[in-house]
């Protein structure tokens, strides 16, 4: 497989897996040359502008080892780790770290830790063959007025591409002979200033690499999340104060989400006290927020439980957690839409009743009736922990798993959100149910449930669902669902699990999954 993007003549190949080099295809290459080579090649368009925000977000994140992060094109970051790297145990400890961390998001990492940012980006990706291997420990390069000693050695072995230059120079160092960079090493300096621009001089590469020219480090951006605070001339130490210093906070913060195009979606408020503690009370928000009200009404009942201690000299007001918000119109005559009034309610009584309490039904992909709905938190998660959580609520796995516990008003039921003629109401579980017939394949006569006797007064079905072969045993049996209804009106789904013959155990068994009505 490769990745592609376009040319001035076609489809360019922008990057390759290993199979794919080793069919003969490489960066920069027209993928109609690599085909000719292999024909089974697989291309793919980049999408160089999500490489570069996942690389952005990435840094934002690698300043867990480094505050001073760049963004080195679209698949490299630098980090300056000079009197940090004791902090995880030493600099190769500090490579293991990092090499598992970005291997559990799924990403294959070279790290290499040198005493100069070209050093280190040499070693990463021209030290070894083997792309998932780090290189474990720090090099020790010269310093500027040293000689080449140990640095050099290290460099020497690596191609000259390695010293990061364009690929005219590079092809033109290879066609003079030059292949690696200690072949440089002995060359007069004004010789090859002749042949290459100043930006492209390899001899300044190598003095870049071995510290006798400065290179610093840029750092990435990162915008603090919107803040508001003040600080008070003596400490107050009634809690009165709190309700009080709240709403002070709360109009220039919106401002400043205004500003930002930003929506709170989880706010903190903080009280400073003068003994250096910190009082905080947080809350979520439903859909993004920049009213005011509403940010003191999720906030006030917890800031009064702070305790103040020996008194309060600051308080500061932050939304933790943003999303867009772009001004809309949000109804034709100017009225609050049903779906903000929603979220706010969810907001208060999440506030109030904690968030792990206030749940609503979602949809999972499943064909499976126990399968196809749940209960997630009502508080909409940020990206990535919603699949988490419908997971953990029974939405996957090689096993059937319930869904947590809904609301204890609904504790025997959930929603079953699929059209057509199913039960109004679905059991957590399927209830085993006692049932005569007059043939093993025949409809239903009479079912016991709960120690109550049914006759059967009319009957509507089959309706056969097959289990997920890709997901359960295969012991799984089919099931025929009827929908019945008793002499006194009442009317159930149930269902008959397996048939007759179908070696998957033995007889069939009987189930109640629904009610109507």
Known sequence: MVLTIEGTHGLVISAVTRAAAASGARAGARLTDA????????????????????????????????????????????????????????????????????????????????????????????????????????????????????????????????????????????????????????????????????ADNPLDALDRALGRKPEPLIATACEPPPRASFRLAEPASDPAVLPGALTRLADPLVRELGRRRLGARRIAFHGFRVDGEVGEAEAETALPTRDPAHIVRLLADKVRTLDPGFGFDGFALTARWCE????????????????????????????????????????????????????????????????????????????SRSAPPPPSNLRSVVPLPVPGRRPQRLLDRPEAIAVIYATPEGVPRRFVWRRSVHDIARVEGPERIAPEWWRAPSKARLRDYYRVEDSSGRRFWIYREGVIGDGRGGAPAWHLHGLFG
């Open 35 to 198: 085909r000719a080579l292999d024909p089974r090649l697989i291309a793919v368009p980049a999408d160089p502008a999500g490489d570069q925000a996942l690389v952005e977000k990435l840094a934002r994140w690698a300043a867990r080892w480094s505050p001073l992060v760049e963004v080195d094109g679209r698949d490299a970051l630098r980090l300056d780790v000079t009197g940090v790297a004791h902090l995880f145990g030493g600099e190769a400890a500090l490579v293991e770290d990092v090499q598992r961390r970005f291997a559990a998001l799924g990403l294959t990492s070279r790290v290499a830790i040198a005493a100069t940012p070209g050093a280190a980006w040499a070693l990463a990706r021209y030290g070894r063959k083997t792309l998932t291997l780090p290189l474990r420990g720090s090099l020790p390069l010269p310093r500027a007025g040293e000689g080449w000693g140990e640095g050099l050695d290290l460099l020497a072995p690596l191609p000259v591409a390695a010293l990061r230059l364009s690929p005219e120079a590079v092809r033109t160092l290879e066609r003079l002979g030059f292949k690696t960079i200690g072949a440089l090493a002995g060359v007069p300096r004004r010789a090859l200033a002749r042949r290459f621009r100043e």
């Open 324 to 399: 867009p918000l772009d001004p809309a119109q949000d109804a034709l005559l100017g009225g609050p839409r049903q779906e903000l009034e929603l979220a706010r309610l969810v907001d208060r009584l999440a506030a109030r009743l904690g968030a792990d309490r206030v749940r609503r039904p979602v949809q999972r992909d499943s064909h499976l009736p126990e399968r196809a709905s749940g209960w997630m938190s009502a508080i909409p998660p940020r990206n990535g922990e919603g699949d988490r959580e419908a997971k953990r609520s029974g939405g996957g796995g090689s096993e």
